[in-house]
């Protein structure tokens, strides 16, 4: 949620910050009149109680005065009553309004805007014809995609064997890298989760028809953990010195991911379920960019420990996420496809989920309260780190090295 202060003393600027991200400006207006007949009708029931005040006899009031208090009382209750739904209509609209990009993000239309940063790793050089993963995984049967049709439907998966071994033993890396190594303290949260909580990030309400619900219920299939971990802090205050805190959890993840057909819909790349492990930062807002190219090199980090190459690109203003201000995607090499493929999006979202979730910090010499900051990534997606595995360790029979790292969780060195 934007600073209030902000939208109305800098509304042109704001304006012009939603025409670099392409979205409609009308929100922007919506927000802006329902604000100012909110604002004028306070400074009516203001005006009113200040007029109560001053009719309001030191001693015993008349008969007379009596009926003209209550007369002015009743009329004030129901300007309130009014006020609360201008109020509530105001908050609506400003849910509305995504987050302001960070000065430094390139502008741009789409994704053909973003920008790249760096790669990492020599793609390797194949002496035949790379397969696709999940011709790797049906073939070597670590992936059993007709028997998910058949109990789910589309974009599912069943893996079985040395898949789910595999599948396993990357949850296991992954969070004793950022454990061990990075010191996040690890969750295990639900995988269900409320209205309130996937308001506080920002899914809600713009997002809603990407989710999973559940009928007749308040309770929705989470799409990402960085909703469970950011809520964690909601409706708290923070002292100072506990800043950063570092989580991570890994959970399977549900998306609808409406619009993507024909789109990387082959194989596991893009599921209606899928295990991630989420890296989730509080900061103090003088720290949060620091803090954000330190998430993004944690994320990095379990793709160079499985030799994976990779590149990182930052997403221009037409591409970043609602509540994003800034965001680094990391894309890992996919040889079937030659092209690089998203496996990890590391954003800092300012105050912007901070105000929606009630999520303040003390300061250690003023005591002020503040919002702080919130930033997050995936580390990694684990169903398209292991397609990555499958494509890059791929022999030319049809088997699957274990890249060396995974050797002590897998026990073997062949899929």
Request: hydrophobic share 35%; proline share 5%.
């Amino acid at each position: 949620m934007l600073d209030p202060k902000i939208i109305r003393d800098q509304s042109d600027w704001v304006r012009q910050q939603l025409t670099h991200r392409h979205y409609p400006v009308q929100y922007l207006d919506a927000y802006l009149n329902a604000d100012v007949v909110w604002r004028d009708r306070l400074q009516d029931v203001d005006a009113l109680k200040n007029e109560r005040n001053r009719l309001t006899p030191k001693s015993k009031p008349t008969p007379e005065q009596q009926a003209s208090l209550k007369q002015l009382s009743d009329t004030i209750k129901s300007k309130q009553d009014e006020l609360s739904v201008l109020e509530e209509s105001v908050k609506k609209a400003a849910l509305l309004l995504p987050n302001i990009p960070h000065e430094s993000v390139p502008i741009g239309e789409s994704e053909d805007d973003n920008i790249e940063i760096k790669r990492v790793g020599d793609p390797r050089i194949f002496s035949f014809e790379p397969a696709p993963h999940e011709a790797i995984a049906v073939s070597r049967q670590l992936i059993d995609f007709d028997s998910a049709a058949k109990i789910a439907g589309s974009r599912f998966s069943v893996y079985k064997g040395s898949g789910a071994k595999l599948e396993r033993a990357l949850i296991n890396l992954m969070l004793d890298i950022h454990t061990q190594d990075h010191g996040y303290t690890e969750f295990i949260p639900p995988v269900v989760i409320n209205s309130a909580s996937l308001q506080g990030t920002g899914q809600l309400p713009k997002f809603e028809g990407d989710l999973f619900k559940l009928e007749g219920t308040d309770y929705w299939l989470s799409p990402t953990a960085e909703v469970q971990l950011t809520n964690l802090a909601r409706d708290t205050i923070i002292d100072e010195d506990n800043l950063p805190i570092r989580m991570t959890a890994q959970t399977a993840c549900f998306r609808k991911e409406a619009g993507s057909y024909g789109k990387d819909i082959s194989g596991i790349i893009r599921q209606h379920q899928f295990n991630k492990i989420e890296l989730v930062q509080l900061c103090h807002p003088d720290q949060s960019m620091a803090q954000l190219h330190e998430l993004l090199g944690h994320a990095e980090r379990v793709l160079q420990v499985l030799k994976l190459p990779y590149r990182v690109i930052q997403l221009c203003t037409g591409d970043i996420g609602f509540s994003s201000g800034i965001t680094f995607d990391i894309e890992v090499w996919f040889p079937s496809q030659n092209t690089y493929r998203e496996i990890s999006s590391c954003s800092n979202f300012f105050d912007f989920q901070a105000r929606r979730s009630m999520i303040r910090y003390r300061d250690k010499l003023s005591s002020k309260v503040n919002y702080l900051h919130t930033i997050n990534g995936s580390g990694l997606a684990v169903g398209r780190t292991l397609a990555a595995i499958l494509e890059n360790y791929q022999r030319d029979d049809g088997s699957v090295d274990v890249p060396e790292a995974l050797i002590p969780y897998m026990k073997s060195e062949l899929l």
